[in-house]
């Protein structure tokens, strides 16, 4: 008699295709090189394992537009620029895009690169912002937390390089799993988190205690924070989590921002000049 056989269907991952766009002041193209090719590395070899993500990333030219459909990582300088821009909440198609503040990080002594993978990781981790654990801690009521995959062991100490590029530690999908026991499983890359929810050195997680009324707030190792950091600039993941989503605006036209782009160059160079006259 025949046997009956039944077709498999096998998933396979969408590839994202990422354009990496540099409006930052402080870097040059051949310093962004080297580390999108070590982000290439990070995503394909050690992320996308572990959270089933595949992404592609490429660096858009000086004077040309990035594909239509793809995503964003901007390097800028800071919010300020962001905004002078034309650099929203998404990108002028309305897809996600992540940013990272070069500037912001220099003046702070941290590294951008560092930044950048973060703000890569979690793009694809939860490119919508809107992604939370519940943990139920009564009938009714209980804590959201934010599906953030390097917020929790974000600090530069903690992470690893690749290529002589340091990048982002990030939690393994077991950190958001309570019911694991400490030491139980690998909750990091890096293998410095020992239970579900800790949170290292500098770190911290978006938490929404439910029935509260309080809204989103920071959860830090420290019981008190010792600075204003965690608060998250105007454009980060933090405080657009804390937007309503209808209320979010899409990125002006590239043709629109290379405009706003060379005014803003221009005006500090005009600042500059100014200064060195004085």
Same mark, same amino acid.
């Given at each position: 008699?025949?046997?009956?056989?039944?077709?498999?269907?096998?998933?396979?991952?969408?590839?994202?295709?990422? +354009? /990496?766009?540099?409006?930052?002041?402080?870097?040059?193209?051949?310093?962004?090189?080297?580390?999108?090719?070590?982000?290439?590395?990070? /995503?394909?070899?050690?992320?996308?394992?572990?959270?089933?993500?595949?992404?592609?990333?490429?660096?858009?030219?000086?004077?040309? &537009?990035?594909?239509?459909?793809?995503?964003?990582?901007?390097?800028?300088?800071?919010?300020? &620029?962001?905004?002078?821009?034309?650099?929203?909440?998404?990108? +002028?198609?309305?897809?996600?895009?992540?940013?990272? =503040?070069?500037?912001?990080?220099?003046?702070?002594?941290?590294?951008?690169?560092?930044?950048?993978?973060?703000?890569?990781?979690?793009?694809?981790?939860?490119?919508?912002?809107?992604?939370?654990?519940?943990?139920?801690?009564?009938?009714?009521?209980?804590?959201?937390?934010?599906?953030?995959?390097?917020?929790?062991?974000?600090?530069? +100490?903690?992470?690893?390089?690749?290529?002589? /590029?340091?990048?982002?530690? =990030?939690?393994?999908?077991?950190?958001?799993?309570?019911?694991?026991?400490?030491?139980?499983?690998?909750?990091?890359?890096?293998?410095?988190? &020992?239970?579900?929810?800790?949170?290292?050195?500098?770190?911290?997680?978006?938490?929404?205690? /439910?029935?509260?009324? +309080?809204?989103?707030?920071?959860?830090?190792?420290?019981?008190?924070?010792?600075?204003?950091?965690?608060?998250?600039?105007?454009?980060?993941?933090?405080?657009?989590?804390?937007?309503?989503?209808?209320?979010?605006?899409?990125?002006?036209?590239?043709?629109?921002?290379?405009?706003?782009?060379?005014?803003?160059?221009?005006?500090? &160079?005009?600042?500059?000049?100014?200064?060195?006259?004085?």
């Amino acid at each position: 008699m025949p046997q009956s056989t039944h077709a498999q269907t096998l998933t396979v991952t969408p590839t994202i295709q990422i +354009s /990496v766009i540099n409006e930052s002041t402080v870097l040059a193209d051949e310093d962004v090189a080297p580390v999108v090719a070590a982000l290439q590395k990070q /995503v394909t070899n050690d992320f996308g394992p572990v959270w089933g993500a595949a992404a592609q990333l490429g660096i858009v030219p000086k004077g040309t &537009q990035p594909p239509n459909g793809n995503w964003w990582l901007v390097l800028l300088d800071d919010s300020d &620029q962001a905004n002078a821009l034309g650099y929203h909440d998404l990108t +002028s198609e309305g897809l996600p895009m992540g940013k990272v =503040f070069a500037a912001s990080d220099l003046k702070a002594g941290t590294s951008w690169t560092v930044t950048a993978s973060h703000e890569l990781l979690e793009m694809l981790g939860d490119p919508n912002i809107n992604l939370t654990v519940f943990v139920q801690n009564a009938n009714t009521a209980g804590v959201l937390y934010a599906y953030e995959v390097c917020d929790a062991c974000e600090d530069d +100490s903690l992470g690893y390089q690749i290529d002589n /590029v340091l990048l982002s530690d =990030f939690v393994y999908p077991a950190w958001f799993e309570s019911f694991r026991t400490e030491g139980s499983t690998q909750f990091d890359r890096m293998n410095k988190i &020992q239970n579900p929810f800790q949170i290292l050195i500098n770190g911290y997680i978006g938490v929404f205690t /439910v029935n509260s009324g +309080s809204g989103w707030a920071q959860q830090t190792q420290e019981k008190r924070p010792s600075n204003v950091l965690n608060r998250g600039a105007v454009g980060t993941r933090r405080e657009r989590r804390n937007i309503p989503h209808e209320l979010w605006i899409n990125s002006l036209p590239q043709r629109k921002i290379a405009g706003n782009a060379q005014k803003y160059r221009q005006t500090l &160079q005009i600042i500059q000049k100014r200064r060195e006259a004085a």
